[in-house]
């Protein structure tokens, strides 16, 4: 395996961002904490180490802003600015191979929008900096039986080991515009880009994909709408002509009601809560984003800034952990 480098984003200062980014670096074995490293402002991480007790070796920090201000001071400004300025940073070293992923903590996006009018979410953003079409945002926590955090690795999986995938064939729009933004051309893009990663970066070599209706009973032929026989069905058939195997759509509601996931690598759902809400129901506090289609790995803890128990020094470090090992295991896997 070659050296490979990872950056940690600290987030929304008013979240726990820098909190989770301390604790779960102090948790990562010392060897590992070699490659990882922190990226933001000079102030906030000075308090989140006092907050935590934990310190970093300046040498694994990277300040990203200085603004000379407690977190209790900051304004809405002011914490979009500081995290703007390490997510920029952690992308251009990407960009420039200096690191090879970045894990972000969770920013708040209605502050981001004060300093970028139309940021809707770090996939997003990433995508047009880097000029990237078909980003997709997949929220994956490696559960084995029991409950137990895995990072994926295919050769110790066993089929009652195959761990929730979602992938998202729409994000962050309205569920209002959800039918408009969801076309074939889309979709199959999704496909494909989930398909390659399974292959290429987790080593399966015949990936399984279920695809969720759009509607309730995923349209019932057409009488709860059209969108399955016009979009979906069409998508599906197009794959399977290029050899990617995919079923469905199946109705949502039966789908997990069932567990039937269990019998896929990946499920795509066509919007956000389709997805999400059975994978942060049953996973609460271990499911990571990961962003599928970038020239870099890049993964978040699947939950918010939560800033009604940000600097109080009680906040978990799980999913933060988490998206770090991931972030590690994807880049190992696409070595191997």
């Not at 490659?35 to 990203?64: C, H, M, N, R, W």
């Not at 972000?104 to 139309?118: D, M, S, Y």
């Not at 032929?221 to 979906?232: F, K, N």
């Not at 506090?285 to 800034?305: C, D, K, M, Q, Y």
Request: charged letters at 20%; a positive charge; proline letters at 7%.
């Amino acid at each position: 395996m070659t050296s490979m480098y990872i950056a940690i984003t600290i987030g929304d200062p008013l979240g726990i961002g820098p909190e989770i980014a301390l604790k779960a670096w102090d948790q990562l074995s010392p060897i590992t904490r070699e490659s990882v490293f922190i990226y933001g402002d000079s102030t906030i991480l000075k308090e989140a180490s006092a907050l935590t007790g934990i310190t970093i070796p300046e040498k694994q920090i990277v300040f990203t802003s200085n603004l000379k201000l407690s977190h209790r001071k900051l304004s809405k400004h002011d914490a979009a600015t500081i995290a703007l300025a390490a997510l920029d940073r952690a992308m251009n070293d990407a960009k420039q191979k200096k690191i090879d992923g970045i894990v972000t903590a969770p920013v708040n996006k209605k502050r981001i929008q004060l300093v970028v009018p139309h940021f809707t979410g770090h996939t997003q953003y990433l995508a047009a900096k880097i000029h990237c079409k078909t980003p997709i945002i997949r929220v994956t926590p490696e559960v084995l039986p029991g409950g137990a955090v895995m990072f994926f690795a295919p050769w110790e999986q066993t089929p009652s080991a195959r761990p929730l995938r979602v992938a998202l064939a729409t994000t962050h729009v309205p569920l209002s515009a959800v039918s408009q933004s969801l076309t074939k051309e889309k979709l199959t893009a999704t496909i494909r880009t989930v398909a390659s990663a399974l292959k290429n970066s987790f080593h399966i070599a015949s990936p399984k994909i279920a695809l969720l209706g759009l509607n309730p009973h995923a349209g019932e032929s057409g009488e709860l709408g059209r969108e399955e026989l016009d979009i979906i069905i069409p998508a599906r058939n197009a794959m399977l002509r290029e050899d990617i195997f995919c079923e469905g759509p199946f109705s949502a509601d039966a789908f997990f009601a069932r567990k039937m996931e269990e019998k896929y690598d990946a499920v795509i759902a066509m919007y956000h809560d389709q997805g999400l809400i059975p994978m942060k129901s049953r996973y609460p506090e271990n499911a990571v984003n990961i962003t599928l289609g970038l020239p870099f790995i890049r993964t978040s803890p699947g939950h918010g800034t939560a800033e009604d128990i940000a600097w109080k020094g009680i906040v978990s470090p799980h999913a933060m952990l988490a998206a770090i090992k991931m972030a590690i295991d994807v880049e190992q896997f696409a070595d191997k």
